[in-house]
């Protein structure tokens, strides 16, 4: 079972919100400001256009709360399901704020709920299987740890953040080094004890000689499902296996029943179907121009 | 026709490069030092694993530039159609920064490609009608002005870049100024003259209503295709018609053909298929290792 | 008449306001901290030294906001007019943060007063004629929008931000293009129809080129007042007309008088005479040491 | 005779010449992307339109140096005097780069020269007499060691650089410490050797006062000629005498002449008139299109 | 007696704390995430785990306040002593803020402390002589403020603050100038009157030298103690005299005692011996899970 | 055996370099300013004051980079040792910028040196054993990758990086959730595969359950050598054991001949000695001022 996502530090995404505000507001919302008296308040709501797994609601609140003035109360917390036509989070105050932050709360909370619930897809359909649903680093750029937390709250599980924190033995190091053993074994050689070692490999040879220079995971990429089984029947108790490459919805459970333990799948981040959600006004109170 | 796209000033874009690159790296690619010496030099090229148009090739590049001893040859320029399997770019230099910047090229290459190519099937769906396909502000966070590059490189058409620099009255504009009316005159009095005011409107007449204000546009969103031609069989010559709302591949070139001027598409930037690119190694030169 | 002027989002001036704060504090007060005990407390107020019009009360107000401690209260509202000796701001609180912001306060105060001060009497000296006095990119590098709100404040008009958010074909870009005609086509052609295009013209027979290519607004820089007339006899139902260069108190009248529907002057930012405010101690309350 | 002005380090003021070419850039010169092929040469000159003293021949460049593609040729050094007329540097390169950059460019060396050429007639108004000319803190927020430098080409004597490189006790602190002696005192023990310490006295028992407590400097505000007179004539041999307020072209030499050694005027930097310059385009190489 | 010490604004260190922070936490503290529950409660102190002289409180709080949710209150403030085992401050609040900030604020204030206790050292090896121990520019890059306030928290008195706040005239300027008289005179020259000029010499002849040209303080580097008493003898009513170079614990007070004003320590900063500061869980309030 | 140490990006510490540069270089050098024209040129060597491992050339190097003008010679790689009087690179060209940079280049190199030459001792002293010396959070903040890479160049190996890239379950955590197991099986199911989880026990039945629960690691935390070799007999095959507390050079060779297999060292970073390097000028070419 995946572990509860936990949203990363807030100092880790708020400037990413800032740039995005600026992005938007420039010099300012030039229509809201001709339009309505600075001291107009509203009452809006955020709902769910189609049904959806929520993600991103800190995230999106955090976008009115650098613009002031707004209440924000969250009716849906993150990781839950919601209804077409349910609201998410109910916003009370500033018109002027509500308007200007319209978009890029809209733009957040879509992007972090399309990621979630299309991750919920691939954990559903392998569901008893035990096995795990992994991201990858084909994230949009700048977002990789909102993108991570997203895949977590859908149910999946995180693989390295980066380039940084777990070795990833791939066929063009395998190459460079001259071979499985002697890449793995300097892998293995350089690694201080708490980095995880894995090994990109195309074939049983290849799998004995990674797991026999040290390898804690093997990654199998681009396999056919039968040679996924013969590997998973062998391996799948002395290491860690992860399958990878061209997996869909329409194949997953069948890769997940090879007896590999995780599937990394590039698409719940880059190929994520949007998801639509939506601000909708509830009443103009005070409204006395 | 639209004009040609062109690539927003280096220092725009550059630091999101340089984000997306530290949320990669962090403290350094540990993989790849372990196993290659640092002297090592790899020839590569990054290619096109489906047919798309090519957008981003400089942005990406960027990224080795920040890195550092690589030579980086663009094969196709942006606005290029490729085929799957061409090469789209040629890299030569440290196997250490290739490695380290591959993943960030990448991401890269790949957004701006696919809003290109997704932009230039809507474009090719409405040729010979004249009518322009527009951007939304349903873009990635942070992403604004690479984004709107990619549409206009995929022969689209940008609407505003943010809430200043053009009006566009809302519907809830309209119904926190009491109408239609109210609201126009107000965005009119407040622009100055070289800002474009466009309104949202339902009706006959509320475009009426609109353009009496003063407005210089109209943008009809979510009407049917019956409404769109009275509208604009109407209002045609007197204003810039904009249509939007559930367009699609499927029916955009009905809306087109209803005698509006453009139609925004939020799809655009929100739903983009991915388009997969890859760095294939192509020789290892002085292997010494 | 000029829209009401809107304060700049505070995410767009207060990094400069932190930054005008930390070149005059650098590394403390050493004065203050030397003779004043921590605890201090003082009552000031800010005063006008001469008859002006307010501007950049929560400017200055934010230079004591960053160093924490004080009470500002607005007497005087941004736009409002203040007579020698007159207290636009009451302050209290720790002493050592009302002396250390003194200076930068009242910097910026001053800046922004000195604009709308300016810009007024050239509003006032076009006085119902209905034509808008309008401002120029030629700010104080760094504070653009500040400057263009306190023109605002002082009753003008702002022109386009900065080169991005309206076209304005000069002299030189006619130069290059070849002509008139071949300039604003390609300007027309290439702007998203959101755009404004404003061409200067020197004569008759390029704004009627201008017109017939396109243009929105035509700027007569540096034209006599029997040009301008002319000019705008014939032009002024067609478009926007802006005269410019060497406009002073002393020929706004005349120019406005012309029959054009505004005068852009870069003296309302370049020139505008400095108007003096002073901080005023009013009472060291518990003056106990 | 004045030190030889040394422009700060690069590294101090470059970020603001990035932000005032940003905020007129925006996402880029929609005008000149539209009208001239990218590849388009031109070259220009930035010509003095009266006479002034050159200065921020440099920080103008740089302006260019961020856009790139410029190559920038200075005819005369900061300091040196140019008629109106002549050609301050030659540009040649990028015509996209000139044109981006131009009003950046010529807000920056229009607001150093400004500051230089003002500086200098106060400079040339007590030549013989040996007195300095002296800057202090009322300059534009984010520009203080920019307008520091400008002061001191234009042949000034620079002040303290903020509240924390000298200890200037003014009489605020001394209605808080209960007087003179009291407020010298403590700066004097809590001043490092090698920090000023500078009092504002209104008299000559005051000033008696501040010398025994430890003063270096007396600041004499808004006294008369024939006070400063008999403060110099008491006190000259002592300490550093330097007077202040309302000190104008009209009166400096007179306040000069009283025996004072150094006067300082905050119009140097907040009233500097503004000074023309313009760029003017020389030539249109390779004009093919 | 040294003046008290005085914190260097928040707004100068506190970006080094987002830092500090930061770089420990990257994507978050993934135990305390994994292991307690996001709302569990805990009331800890920070203790010293060995005698000490208090520094950094607020900036160690500070690591706690970036992360929000955590009251601190401080048991000792800076500059007083504690024993081992004292608490010297208490946080009651979020568990995963305490634990996720405990090793910066750790950090920060053993550092802090460390040199305020080593400085205390040498200071009270001096007490009655009148001597100051004078701090230098041997601090950690980043971080001079901060320990020029720590030094000033143990009874130092800062140096400049850096190359910019006043003239030291070392043996390479000398030699560059080809004289003491020569490097002296061009200082003195150059420097505004409230710049101190301090000039390093190594003989009787060369202290001739400078104080003729103006010298307001002498810094004999690597002096025996012999050389410093004649020295002594001969200026110390004449010029600040500042001995450094070689001094430790074991001859502070021999150096104290020929007779110079101040001694100048590198090993302030550089050497200071680590002082131990530890977290310890007081209570986990409403343990529940 | 160690691997051998890797730079951090350039990028990762450059920005850490400019702000030691600017602080410590303000508004300029202004001693270098007046005594030396701005084109002399020097020649000049960093040179080893004591026996150590040099580390930081890159860095130290960096200052001058920043500044320009100045040649940089590596004479000694990072990991080399060099005796006192060696020098360790040569510097030639702009003397303005050699002498600004002296101090900022200094610190740098002297702190990596300081932290690489106290590892290497403690490396060497258990040298045969195969036991790792391991680096702790106890990092001077903002400054930890490269404390790190010190380390690493000592001969060290490197913990994590900080609380995101591998688990450490502390007494806290253990106390907070009620016992070993229940942390521990906490810990392990957050944990993605790639993460270590390292848990610190006081005692061979908390090692039990720990490695029950699917430890990767135990910390051993200030245990006597008695109760290490015990633990390590029992458990050093199943699981990565390490030492950690009071351990200085008189005694890890004894805690690593208890048969742990690395022990971790607060003061490789907290209380390295400060090992002495000093530029030198070697000539003074061209002298002819």
Same mark, same amino acid.
């Given at each position: ?171 063009? +190091? ?19 004890? +708490? ?95």
């Amino acid at each position: 079972m995946a572990p509860p996502a936990t949203l990363p530090a807030r100092s880790s995404w708020l400037p990413a919100v800032e740039r995005a505000l600026a992005e938007d507001l420039g010099s300012g919302d030039v229509t809201t400001r001709a339009v309505l008296p600075e001291d107009r308040r509203v009452e809006a709501v955020i709902e769910a256009r189609e049904p959806l797994v929520v993600c991103g609601q800190e995230v999106a609140a955090a976008a009115f709360g650098l613009l002031g003035g707004v209440e924000v109360e969250a009716l849906r917390g993150d990781g839950e399901r919601a209804a077409a036509g349910e609201a998410l989070c109910a916003l009370s105050g500033s018109a002027h704020a509500i308007l200007a932050g319209e978009r890029t709360a809209l733009n957040l909370l879509a992007r972090c709920s399309s990621v979630a619930t299309w991750t919920r897809r691939f954990v559903d359909a392998v569901a008893g299987t035990g096995v795990a649903i992994v991201d990858t680093r084909k994230t949009l750029p700048g977002w990789r740890s909102l993108e991570k937390y997203a895949v977590a709250t859908g149910g999946g599980v995180n693989h390295r953040s980066g380039l940084y924190d777990a070795m990833l033995v791939k066929d063009n +190091h395998i190459a460079a080094a001259g071979g499985v053993t002697a890449a793995v074994k300097a892998a293995r050689a350089a690694a201080p004890a +708490h980095l995880w070692v894995q090994v990109e490999v195309e074939s049983e040879r290849q799998a004995e000689e990674a797991l026999a220079a040290g390898a804690d995971s093997l990654l199998l990429d681009n396999r056919s499902l039968a040679e996924l089984a013969a590997l998973a029947a062998r391996f799948r108790e002395h290491c860690v296996l992860e399958a990878s490459g061209g997996v869909g919805l329409a194949n997953v459970r069948a890769v997940a029943e090879t007896g590999v333990h995780r599937i990394s799948i590039g698409a719940l981040t880059h190929s994520a179907p949007h998801v639509d959600v939506a601000l909708e006004v509830a009443a103009w109170p005070g409204a006395s121009r």
